[in-house]
């Protein structure tokens, strides 16, 4: 690593299509990460066949620019084979410089196909806490880890002060930013089984919702935008890389922020250049921004419902009559621009083209073919656009490409690791926050906080199984290790753990029954052979999954497997909530269902009012070998009602 005066981080810019990716080129990006047209997190995207990317890829290398391909969905089961043989591929003809994954199948899947790149852990994989990085050091042949877009510059710093030297760390500076902390959202796959993790998030949190007559967007975050502050990070030198976020914006975006980016890494000194810097990343079509808690002595609230959250630049209202509606823009319109009217979650929502130039403050009819009339006071927003010298620029980048060549088809087939025998014997836990409760079956569970550390008594502790956060933050980690400390001091010497590295915070795991819990989104066989090298003496399957895919995983598992039975599984958990929104009351979304928010620890978790609850298929479990059955307690505030309604989450539906 490059620890000189000299040392500059690498610009890593979105690429969701073609012009995108020769954007970033034209723009002078240090890297471009992309996906392939399956096992991304960004399914929306347009994403690359194996040949277009080898063809750009060459393309970038000749440039000297970094290429890394996002291989970075949950893998279900049966899709080791086809997932490694994209690995084959891409290794064999497109030579990317790494692969970004969040599932440790994965890992395992690249090990076997013999990738000789890097390998970075996606900020889906939620390294969150320092201790983390030493242990993946120890355990995993990771080369970089992208840490969560809700970390500080402090926290960031922590980060890389435990950086062991072979590894380094890549940190967000601009784009979209999820409500829910990444890889611990299911708010989509729970409405409809479209996983956030799989890339096919239909995106709940930017709908309206009521709260006490309040109507509100009020999950809805701004964009992302570290601007000018970069300077200070750019001191953190463990920070290889600056990511910008969007691989399904158009190519004005990757190239408008790259190019700001360049300024303020390059000419960060200079007044003038941040000024125009500044003024690009205004035009790059972007939501509104905010510095979330980068500075942590100024903390920002990511969501003000008071503002616009759609994607894009405002340019005006819907005016007129509903036959001949218009728009007088803000800015000036040019041929090909693409113009958004309204919400996607609202009537008379449409898609319209610009056919021709308009001047700031003119007036451009809104000419839908008759197809929606837009609701008068909608808002209208430019969402991508075409700017002849950009083009211009494109075609010249694309001008050197050599002609694409001939891709032979991988035959690869993933070695899975001995099932595990299976056994009928099984138990069931009950896991509350604050008691312990026996499920008249021999165990209880509680969640891991100071009133559950104080409750614990010395004769009960033995049989408890103690249950970690979902998410341990930089500043957390002291506080939740000595909860730890203080329950195996009490005798407790069962845990799960709700991601894999919570591993690095027992100093002795020698002797622990530890289990990676159901947040840890085991969904394949090669995750668990991974849990299995890191000391777990079990695992939970993910709750996304339906039944074949249990069942499958049942067949395939090294491990002992456990699952959520039953009980209040959260839509997501976050680190902020709006000013506006009230903790422990309900509110409802524009199709009827209801949830409440609640705290925990330091951070906020968001529970449906109906249980998840797939206890009568508990027989069929138990006869494919699963050993743990949990139940989750949650204390319900008084004014939520608990539906009766299925909860079989995509138990018959499968996750998409």
């Known amino acids: 690593m490059n620890t000189s005066d000299k040392f500059q981080p690498a610009i890593l810019a979105p690429a969701g299509n073609r012009a995108a990716f020769l954007a970033a080129l034209a723009a002078g990006a240090d890297a471009v990460y992309c996906g392939l047209k399956s096992m991304s997190a960004r399914m929306e ?33 049966d899709e080791l084979d086809r997932a490694g043989q994209l ?56 080369n970089r880890v992208v840490v969560p877009r809700e970390l500080s510059i402090d926290e960031i710093k922590a980060m890389a002060d435990a950086c062991p030297k072979a590894m380094g760390l890549e940190a967000f500076i601009h784009g979209a930013l999820c409500y829910g902390v990444s890889g611990r959202c299911y708010w989509s796959s729970y409405m409809g089984g479209k996983s956030g993790l799989r890339g096919r998030c239909v995106q ?51 190239y408008y922020t790259v190019s700001a980016y360049k300024m303020l890494r390059d000419q960060g000194k200079d007044t003038r250049a941040k000024r125009d810097a500044l003024d690009l990343l205004a035009q790059s079509l972007g939501r509104e921004a905010t510095h979330y808690q980068f500075l942590p002595q100024r903390p920002q609230k990511p969501i003000d419902t008071r503002r616009q959250t759609a994607s894009g630049l405002f340019m005006g209202k819907v005016q007129g009559p ?4 218009w728009v007088v823009v803000r800015q000036p319109l040019l041929p090909g621009d693409v113009l958004r009217v309204g919400y996607e979650d609202e009537p008379g929502h449409a898609i319209c083209r610009v056919t021709r130039h308009v001047p700031k403050k003119g007036r451009y009819p809104l000419n839908l073919g008759g197809r929606k009339a837009p609701t008068p006071g909608a808002p209208v927003f430019l969402t991508d656009r075409r700017e002849k010298a950009l083009e211009k620029m494109i075609a010249e980048v694309e001008a050197t490409a050599t002609p694409p060549e001939p891709i032979g088809v991988s035959r690869f087939k993933a070695v899975l690791p001995r099932p595990l025998e299976k056994t009928r014997r099984s138990v069931e836990v009950r896991v509350s926050r604050t008691s312990v409760r026996s499920s008249g079956r021999g165990s209880s569970g509680i969640w891991l906080s100071e009133t559950a550390a104080a409750n614990i008594g010395k004769s009960a502790a033995g049989n408890l199984w103690i249950w970690l956060p979902p998410v341990v933050w930089p500043d957390d980690e002291a506080r939740v290790a000595g909860l730890l400390r203080q329950s195996l001091e009490k005798g407790a010497r069962q845990f799960v753990l709700n991601a894999p590295w919570q591993m690095a915070l027992f100093n002795r795991p020698e002797g622990l029954n530890l289990w990676a819990g159901p947040f840890c989104n085991a969904a394949n066989a090669l995750c668990l052979e991974t849990f299995k090298t890191l000391g777990f003496a079990g695992a939970f399957v ?41 903790l422990r009351v ?45 139940h989750l307690d949650e204390p319900v505030p008084p004014a939520v009602t608990i539906k009766k309604r299925p909860g079989l989450w995509n138990w018959k539906i499968g996750l998409k």
């Open 204 to 254: 709940p949190c930017r709908r309206h919702y009521r709260q006490e007559g309040q109507i509100a967007r009020a999950f809805s975050c701004q964009d992302f935008s570290v601007d000018v502050l970069v300077k200070i990070l750019g001191q953190v030198k463990k920070v290889l890389a600056w990511k910008i976020e969007g691989r399904k914006k158009g190519p004005h975006y990757v």
């Open 45 to 77: 995207a347009k994403n690359f066949s194996i040949e277009e990317l080898a063809q750009l890829v060459r393309l970038a290398h000749d440039r000297k620019v970094k290429v890394y391909v996002t291989v970075n969905a949950l893998l279900k089961p």
């Open 322 to 325: 509903a036959k001949n509606p």
């Open 586 to 630: 309900p509110f409802d979304s524009p199709r009827g269902e209801q949830a409440w928010a609640d705290q925990h620890g330091p951070d906020y978790w968001i529970f449906p009012n109906w249980k998840l609850d797939i206890t009568e298929n508990r027989t069929i479990l138990q006869r494919a070998g699963i050993r743990m059955f949990a």
């Open 87 to 142: 690995i084959d591929s891409l290794g064999r003809y497109v030579k990317p410089d790494a692969l970004i994954v969040q599932d440790l199948g994965v890992v395992a899947l690249a090990r076997q196909v013999g990738f000789d790149g890097e390998i970075h852990l996606s900020t889906l994989a939620n390294v969150s806490f320092p201790k983390a990085l030493g242990f993946i050091a120890r355990t995993l042949s990771v």
């Open 542 to 582: 993910s709750p996304e999954l339906g039944e074949t895919d249990i069942l499958s995983l049942c067949r395939q598992s090294p491990l002992p497997l456990g699952i959520v039975l039953s009980g209040h599984w959260p839509l997501c958990t976050s680190r902020t909530l709006a000013d506006d929104m009230k």
